[in-house]
């Protein structure tokens, strides 16, 4: 059974960088791996929210707020999905998740995006604050 276990929050000010690791535990990622990987966030009072996700052969997708600043990519030798975060602002303050669902419960890898609601693998978070 596949487990999730992320890193690297922490509290940085705007425009600052960080980069957040989710080791993957109990499965081995492989390019012939079938799973979509992704990670989220929530705020306070605010709902979840997909910032990016990757499917198995590596296709990314970010949303519109995040594009251009955060990377997702993944690293199949260390078994680890990253998000890396750069001209951080206020607004991405969060707890953020890894999450990852295998793409044979649908049947493809074209599900595999931010607005996806159907992850069912999940971390237990790491704290992002962005300070001004």
């Known amino acids: 059974q596949m487990q999730l276990t992320e890193s690297g929050g922490d509290s940085v000010q705007v425009g600052g960088s960080l980069r957040l690791a989710c080791v993957v535990s109990?499965?081995?990622?492989?390019?012939?791996?079938?799973?979509?990987m992704g990670w989220f966030r929530q705020a306070p009072g605010r709902e979840r929210e997909g910032v990016a996700t990757i499917d198995s052969r590596g296709h990314s997708e970010h949303r519109a707020s995040v594009e251009g600043r955060f990377t997702i990519s993944r690293d199949n030798v260390k078994n680890t999905l990253y998000l890396e975060m750069n001209s951080l602002k206020p607004d991405d303050s969060a707890m953020y998740y890894c999450?990852?669902?295998?793409?044979?419960?649908?049947?493809?890898?074209?599900?595999?995006?931010?607005?996806?609601?159907?992850?069912?693998?999940w971390g237990k978070g790491t704290l992002v604050t962005i300070s001004s």
């Open positions: 109990g499965y081995t990622l492989t390019w012939s791996s079938t799973y979509c």
């Open positions: 999450a990852a669902v295998d793409e044979g419960q649908y049947g493809g890898r074209s599900f595999c995006e931010p607005d996806f609601t159907g992850m069912d693998i």
